[in-house]
């Protein structure tokens, strides 16, 4: 599904994101991203969605290289992709429907076929009951809720998550996980980058570590510390 | 079909949404194809006036001895094949000492006279003030021509505006067209920028590029095409009045009262702002989608 070969990533001025990284990650895996900040975990994520490209070695998804992907081809890769993100990432001046349906409207989607979609992904994150309100007027649980559903509207083969719960309480954090844990159990596979303990701890995931850039640990059903 | 829907209504969202930036936009377009259209229509109007005044300019052909009236067939001839002649007009002696003796107001001059004094004469109009002394060159080295007589110094008074008027106006033209350019270019530019994160999010959510592109560019061209009109209107309506008080101020100025050529301009004016528009909304975007496709 998603294969890293001998991947390392530099950035301008010298700064080493990646060192030499080779990892795969099978359709179906939820996979835990773990490491101190600056580790490189959403330089990680980055790639896999072709937002920047690797400084030497190859990442491959779904069987494309993605070095060699051209500029054009990108929108189509991304099709396949949800993403969420600590800062959520909606529109302030859409409602929590508009910004779901927004997914849809970009890679030209019939209207009759978004409503039902919307409503379906808005009904599966449990916000249907706030499906009219903007964005400031929602929890940060529910933001993260509107973002979860933004990436699921398209059913993206694969979802990527950076610290999606990084601005939640614990109540809301673990509402969040269960969704991700849901869309795994539908078949998606799940990477998501996080530094919450207790999360990693409780679901026994496959957990990839990274330390200065370096893959330092990669454990079948592992926890967050050694 | 049902994209293009959607890229308007996109389009008119976002403009309401950043109304307010919006209509300074709007005003500022406005404003600066107003201006530039002023200055196209004094400048058109001079030039006019310039013109209207070397057609004025006369050139008088005295001829030698008594030509015959073949001779001044094929005088006439030559003298419209030079180039820059606009008309000529043969007068005779007889006709010449008419025309005197009813400017002086004495109708028995003819009679006083015992023989006729004047000499046959083309009277030659130019089109442009700058033709004139090639074709009086041109005159002056026929056989038949006595004298040539012409307002040196009118002439060249005029040459010399037209040539400031050429020059000048075209530097300062070509100033004014330029900033008006990069004033609406911005204008549309600061409108794309304001909308950087919407472009964010829907090269995230997979959108192609030229599904990001449209809005804008249609933003672009609204914002454009609505200050084109707007001065296309105030410059109509403008000029109306301010050739309703020339004309009764100062009747003597020649202006321009062709509607056709008026409305070319104010035409210019209008599609220079649609055509800003699209390329200040194209360029905008495409600065936002290239940045990300960087390192
Ligand atoms: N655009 C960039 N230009 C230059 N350096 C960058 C850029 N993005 C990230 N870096 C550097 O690359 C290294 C890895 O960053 P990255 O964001 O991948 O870490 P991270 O593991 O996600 O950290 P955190 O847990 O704090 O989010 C850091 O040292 C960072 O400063
Ligand atoms: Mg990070």
Redesign the interface.
């Known amino acids: 599904m998603i294969s890293f070969s001998a991947v390392t990533k530099v ?2 001025h010298g700064i080493v994101a990646l060192r030499d990284i080779t990892v795969n990650i099978e359709k179906g895996e939820f996979v835990f991203l773990i490491g101190p900040t600056g580790s490189g975990k959403t330089t990680f994520l980055r790639l896999i ?1 072709r ?3 690797p400084t030497r070695g190859s990442v491959y998804v779904m069987g494309e290289n993605l070095a060699k992907m051209k ?2 081809e990108i ?5 396949k992709i949800g ?1 969420v993100f600590q800062d959520f ?1 909606l ?1 302030p ?1 859409k409602n929590v429907y508009e910004n779901v349906a ?2 849809l ?4 989607c ?2 009759d076929e978004k409503e039902a979609r919307v409503e379906e992904v808005l009904e599966r994150v449990g916000l249907s009951h706030r499906k009219h309100l903007l964005p400031y007027q929602l929890s940060g649980g529910e933001r993260q809720r509107a973002a979860m559903a ?1 990436a699921l509207v ?1 059913d993206p083969p694969i979802l990527l998550a950076d610290e999606p719960t990084g601005n939640l309480d614990f109540e809301a954090a673990r509402g969040i996980i269960d969704l991700l844990v849901e869309a795994n159990l539908r078949g998606t596979t799940v990477i998501v980058a996080t530094h919450n303990r207790d999360i990693v701890n409780s679901l026994r995931k496959r957990v990839i570590v990274l330390r200065d850039g370096a893959l330092v640990r990669d454990d079948k059903e592992g926890g967050y510390d050694v | 079909m ?2 293009l829907k ?1 890229f308007i209504s996109e389009a008119l969202k976002g403009l309401w ?1 950043h109304r307010v930036m919006s209509l300074l936009s709007i005003i500022t377009i406005f404003l600066v194809l107003f201006i530039l259209g002023v200055f196209l229509m004094i400048g058109a109007n001079v030039r006019f006036a310039v013109e209207s005044l070397s057609e004025s300019l006369e050139i008088r052909l005295v001829l030698k001895g008594n030509p015959t009236p073949q001779d001044v067939q094929r005088l006439y001839n030559s003298i419209l094949s030079l180039n820059g002649v606009k008309e000529a007009r043969f007068i005779s002696r007889g006709e010449g000492l008419r025309n005197l003796a009813k400017e002086l107001g004495r109708e028995d001059l003819l009679g006083l006279l015992k023989t006729n004094p004047l000499p046959d004469v083309f009277e030659i109009r130019v089109k442009r003030a700058s033709d004139v002394e090639a074709v009086v060159r041109s005159l002056k080295g026929w056989s038949e021509t006595q004298e040539v007589i012409y307002g040196k110094e009118a002439a060249q008074k005029l040459l010399a505006i037209q040539r400031f008027l050429i020059y000048g106006g075209g530097i300062l033209g070509s100033i004014l067209l330029v900033s008006a350019l990069l004033v609406i270019f911005n204008t549309v530019r600061l409108v794309v920028y304001a909308r950087r ?2 472009i ?10 030229w ?1 990001i592109r449209f809005p804008f560019i249609f933003e672009g061209v609204i914002l454009g095409g609505v200050g084109g009109v707007l001065a296309f209107g105030a410059l109509i309506l403008s000029y109306g009045e301010a050739v309703k008080v020339l004309s009764s101020q100062f009747p003597f100025i020649p202006v321009i009262l062709e509607t056709a050529v008026l409305y070319k301009l104010c035409g210019a004016v209008l599609l220079l702002g649609l055509l800003i528009g699209f390329g200040g909304g194209l360029f905008a975007v495409q600065r936002l989608l290239g940045k ?2 960087m ?1």
């Open positions: 950035y301008p969605y937002e920047i490209k500029e054009k929108p189509y890769l991304r099709r993403f990432k529109l001046y927004f997914a409207e970009v890679i030209g019939d209207p933004r398209y | 049902y994209k959607y949404r994160e919407e964010e999010i829907m090269k995230l959510v997979g959108a192609t590029h599904f990300v496709a390192e």
